[in-house]
């Protein structure tokens, strides 16, 4: 079927299963809300400002573990995402922003709120994209969330300029790829529990990916068996009960004396 680019944008949306979009319209964006409008199965959530719907996209993945998306316009309403999207990639949050841009013809030429935002935000990104035909719209998305969702999770921006948005082509709906797991080679494994084994001071220290993967039950098993105390980092907070007698705690600047102490003189770290 035809359809205008911004309706594949919602689509594509809806095929990775995406139900709510934190975001704040202006002129570079208004056929996307407008198909928003049309398609009705997307919840938007109006914030007073782009930064918000970035760390409200952030939020949003951290709590329910899906790919946190955002909307702005061109030139500041881009601009005001930075500090979200840096967030999210510091702390391996997947999320997509999405960003409207002026048209192909206008661009490069200091056009009214036209800005390079995929220089802007290429180091605080794990990739982003400007999208300048409509036919390749629809795959760029799905490789975006493909990208924020697998392997470490991080932010992908997808900048869409304003004539990709009303310009036709075909769309076939697609699956959403599944994530890639990470292959584990049984003799790396091996070396792995044999230095465990010979360990006489071991000390596990645990990071945002124990939650990322929902592993918080499996690495208490590990503690438990290996009789190891447990220090956590800022993002694996919550990995391990504070009241267990093998958690010594956060370990960093504002952690607790017992991690530190323990990492340094641990003869294995986990």
Request: proline share 5%.
């Amino acid at each position: 079927m035809k359809l205008k680019g911004a309706d594949i944008l919602i689509n594509c949306l809806l095929e990775q299963g995406v139900d709510t979009i934190f975001g704040y319209p202006g002129g570079a964006v208004l056929d996307i809300y407008d198909a928003l409008y049309r398609s009705g199965k997307i919840n938007h959530i109006l914030t007073a400002h782009e930064q918000g719907a970035a760390h409200a996209a952030d939020a949003y993945a951290r709590v329910t573990g899906k790919v946190g998306v955002c909307f702005a316009t061109s030139g500041p309403g881009a601009t005001n995402l930075v500090t979200g999207i840096a967030t999210a990639y510091m702390d391996s949050v997947p999320m997509v922003a999405v960003t409207g841009n002026v048209g192909l013809n206008f661009l490069g030429r200091d056009s009214f709120q036209e800005i390079d935002i995929c220089g802007i935000t290429m180091p605080i990104t794990k990739h982003n994209f400007i999208v300048k035909d409509v036919k390749e719209l629809a795959e760029t998305l799905r490789k975006a969330f493909y990208i924020a969702n697998n392997g470490r999770k991080g932010p992908v921006l997808v900048d869409i300029l304003k004539n990709v948005q009303i310009d036709e082509c075909e769309y076939e709906p697609e699956k959403p790829l599944p994530p890639v797991p990470f292959d584990v080679k049984a003799e790396a494994l091996g070396d792995v529990v044999k230095e465990i084994e010979n360990s006489k001071k071991p000390v596990i220290m645990a990071g945002g990916g124990v939650i990322a993967a929902d592993a918080s039950a499996l690495l208490h098993q590990l503690a438990k068996k290996l009789d190891c105390p447990v220090a956590y980092t800022l993002m694996g907070k919550g990995c391990i009960p504070e009241s267990d007698p093998l958690c010594l705690g956060m370990v960093g600047m504002h952690g607790t004396t017992a991690a530190a102490k323990s990492i340094i003189a641990a003869d294995t770290l986990i």
